[in-house]
């Protein structure tokens, strides 16, 4: 039993998983900080698009 657990203890297969699963996290939290920050900046330039795409001449040049 014990060298069983002690196999089980040195086995380092799923290592390289939870480090990439890790760094997907961070880079996930990074980016709705961000989204937090400049929430407002990013909705006046979706706004400012939209009025410009509304205020566009009609018709073919």
């Known amino acids: 039993m014990r060298a069983v657990l002690g196999n ?3 086995d380092e297969e799923g290592q390289g998983l ?3 699963a890790l760094i997907i996290a961070l880079v996930a939290i990074g980016l709705m ?3 937090v920050l400049f929430r407002n900046s990013i909705g006046n330039v979706f706004n400012e698009s939209k009025n410009r795409l509304n205020n ?3 018709g073919s040049y």
Do not use: G, R, S, T
């Open 56 to 58: 566009a001449p009609q």
């Open 8 to 10: 089980f203890m040195k």
């Open 33 to 35: 900080a961000i989204l």
């Open 18 to 20: 939870v480090e990439y």
